[in-house]
């Protein structure tokens, strides 16, 4: 955990409102990249992360510092995405999304991102995500994912070759 | 070099990419890939899609609710009720409320339909009992005369 964050989520935990808004304007950005390309509905991912900061407000007296915060976010805004596009079917194309969310985006990229990652299960998409947007180290995904290091390692080498051949097609 | 060996060296790539590589297959690896155009050719598409994943584009944030300050709704902080209780509860309370609606004629103490009006109000005066001591020899003789 860095410093920033250990500070803010001890001041937090004690009852301070402006490290919750300090941890709210360090945090929400990357959550809403995550959530974004993960359910690939801007909407879903808004509602999503602000879901999130409302659990961390409504669970302040049951929170323990020894979890990290940014995992802590994460988790809650993961678990979040799988209910919305598990329980809801999203079904939308994140390349017809894209326009909404994303700044700028070359044709690679788009190309990149119809072809490939929107072929992939939900499953896959957020293992690739979290490793190589969000840059996570196999260990800490395997502690995220509640799985073995090695679990993650097989699933990570499949997706990454499932990308490969999706791309030669 | 068949597709089996490949496979193997395709995981190490992998795990190449994850930095996770133990020195001892390194060497195995680099002497794979001289001889090897498809293993090759899996590397650098792996560090292209990395490339790609780690120059995705960032969302758009609106503008309202970047600074929103989050603060709870009352009634999700207060009544964070599970679905079942609360599905229970309402059972119950439209339970009372039909049985409230009720036909007074059908309520099983009778109630009269029409209103019972109180006219007038007599006091009757009850005189007090008088406690009275019995003697216990008296009470004796008069049980023996009831048993002949």
């Known amino acids: 955990m860095n410093s920033l964050d250990q500070t803010d989520w001890l001041e937090y935990v004690g009852g301070s409102d402006a490290a919750l808004e300090r941890i709210h304007q360090r945090h929400r950005a990357a959550l809403m990249k995550y959530c974004s390309y993960v359910t690939g509905n801007h909407a879903r991912a808004q509602d999503i992360v ?44 994140l390349v017809e999304r894209l326009p909404a969310i ?25 293992l690739i995500l979290l490793r190589e947007q969000q840059g996570y180290s196999i260990g800490e995904i395997a502690l995220l994912l509640g799985v073995t290091e090695e679990t993650v390692r097989v699933r990570l080498f499949r997706a990454r070759k499932k990308m490969q051949e999706i791309g030669k097609r | 070099m068949n597709t089996k060996d490949c496979e193997y060296f395709e995981r190490l790539l992998s795990s190449r990419l994850d930095e996770e590589l133990p020195n001892a297959q390194k060497q195995e690896l680099d002497n794979h890939l001289a001889d090897c155009r498809a293993c090759r050719e899996f ?17 758009i944030v609106p503008e309202g609710w970047q600074s929103t300050p989050i603060k709870p709704k009352w009634w ?25 609606l009720r036909a007074p004629g059908e309520t099983s103490v009778g109630v009269p339909d029409t209103p019972i009006v109180v006219r007038s109000v007599e006091i009757v005066r009850v005189p007090a009992v008088q406690a009275t001591r019995v003697d216990a020899d008296e009470m004796k003789k008069d049980n023996k005369e009831e048993v002949l």
């Open chain 1, 50 to 93: 602000q879901e999130t900061f409302l659990r961390l407000i409504n669970q302040r007296g049951t929170l323990t510092v020894k979890t990290s915060l940014a995992d802590w976010l994460f988790i809650c805004a993961r678990n979040l995405c799988f209910n919305v596009v598990k329980h809801e079917r999203l079904k939308e194309n």
């Open chain 2, 76 to 100: 999700r902080s207060r009544l964070s009720v599970p679905f079942p209780v609360a599905a229970a509860i309402a059972l119950v309370a439209i339970g009372g409320w039909l049985m409230a």
């Open chain 1, 102 to 126: 994303a700044r700028v985006v070359d044709q690679e990229t788009s190309r990149f991102i119809e072809q490939v990652l929107n072929r992939l299960s939900l499953e896959e998409r957020d």
């Open chain 2, 43 to 59: 590397d650098a598409n792996l560090i292209e899609q990395r490339r790609i994943l780690r120059s995705l584009p960032d969302v």
